[in-house]
């Protein structure tokens, strides 16, 4: 018996009402690591970093505004089409080292276009002065409602000011370690893991028929690299099947499982009628599955797939 599509739904949606009251949001970390592909910036990814505390600076502010350090996130993240309304946070640990007027700190939140164009969506509050000793800080901004592309990034930078008499300030900035210096993005309904929307396609064909199968019966790979982006990592796959023989089993994996149960499985249950079967799998970084038909796909009259829905 298959699912249908309103339950596919209400599974999903309570994945996701799960995950906003467990984690109130998606969180980026702020690394010590140079970001891979953008030239000045470090890296922000949603991977808890597993370095040693680090100090980004020390930054020493000679004036309000100064612009301190930059990250943005990884190419394909946040891999969303919109960021909701609601608060965002970015949360640290800094500590004056020299100079006595007295520094702090705010940040810019941005989205950046796969060109390298940025838009500014929104400024925090400063935080409360930054003492000589660790001092923890969380600065905020509510941001409305943006509509993104699924290239887009995510880009914090961090600015300094100063108040008060005396030397300007210097400022280390903490980053990794026990400190996971990190921005909290509002997360949505539709929004699972890592953050990549949940895609209902509407397919006026299938994608792939028999003939476009490995023709014996060892597990091969399905490419779906060419309907799904990248960021994705689950799929939902329909199968509708036909043998002139019952018993004909058609089977989903997860690109590199081994087990004998780890994979969606159909038998024809009837000889010479079409059955329809929805199959759930995990999506490697080459959005790759693994599917097996026993017999060899020639020897069926019908494997049409089609791709319903990913995240």
Known sequence: MGISRSEIIDLIS???EYVNE?????????HQDASADVGGYLLLTHEDP?????????FTITANGQELEQWATAAGEPGLTELQHGPYEVHGHAEKTAGTKDPTLYAEIYKRAAGGAETLLGTTEASSIILSADTPFSIHVSIP????LIDDRIVVKLFGNQEGSGTDPTISVYVEGDKLTRLRVPVSIGDIGAATPVVWRD???F???KGDLIDNTNWNDLDLSGIIGAGYENVIINARLKDNAANSRFSVRNNGNINAIGRSRAYI??????????FFAGLDSGR?????ANPKPTDWDNIDISVLVYW
């Not at 467990?22 to 702020?30: A, V």
């Not at 409602?145 to 993104?148: D, N, R």
């Not at 790759?288 to 097996?292: D, L, R």
């Open 288 to 292: 790759i599955v693994e599917i097996e």
């Open 269 to 278: 249950l009837v000889a010479n009628q079409t059955q329809e079967q929805l």
């Open 50 to 58: 597993d370095d040693i505390e680090t100090d980004v600076g020390p």
């Open 145 to 148: 409602e943006q509509t993104i």
């Open 203 to 205: 397919p006026a064909a």
């Open 22 to 30: 467990i984690s109130g949001g998606y969180t980026l970390y702020l």
């Open 14 to 16: 309570q994945l996701n």
């Open 207 to 209: 994608d792939f028929d």
